[in-house]
């Protein structure tokens, strides 16, 4: 069983810069595919960025939306896995949830890949 927490949301303006981290509770956070999703009001949870586990290469997979502005990485010392987001945009605004899974999860793009979910931070980009 894993317990996420996510922390770092909070209100910027269009061009801004925010960290979201999301710490992991357990012994075993190096082997656990960990992503990125959120989801705007009114709209389907979507994927925004995925970090493979130890034994991939730590691969990284974005959102053709976030491509180039955000950034996932991951300390296993920590147990923690951030997303670092600049140039943020009005449509980056939403909760950001980060999810998890042990192992290699398939395609990481897909939310029933991930059995374990942080409650959501939430991301609002002004104008």
């Known amino acids: 069983q894993v317990q996420l927490v996510e922390s770092g949301g909070g209100l910027v303006q269009a061009g801004g810069s925010l960290r979201l981290s999301c710490a992991a509770s357990?012994?075993?956070?190096?082997?656990?595919?960990m992503g990125w999703f959120r989801q705007a009001p009114g709209k389907e949870r979507e994927f925004v960025a995925a970090?493979?586990?130890?034994?991939?290469?730590?691969?990284?997979y974005y959102a053709d939306s976030v491509k180039g502005r955000f950034t996932i990485s991951r300390d296993n010392a920590k147990n923690t896995v951030y997303l670092q987001m600049n140039s943020l945009k009005p449509e980056d605004t939403a909760v950001y949830s980060c999810?998890?899974?042990?192992?290699?999860?398939?395609?990481?793009?897909?939310?029933?890949?991930?059995?374990?979910w942080g409650q959501g931070t939430q991301v609002t980009v002004s104008s």
């Open positions: 999810a998890a899974n042990q192992g290699y999860i398939g395609s990481v793009y897909y939310t029933a890949r991930y059995d374990y």
């Open positions: 357990g012994r075993t956070f190096s082997t656990y595919t």
């Open positions: 970090m493979g586990f130890r034994w991939s290469n730590g691969s990284t």
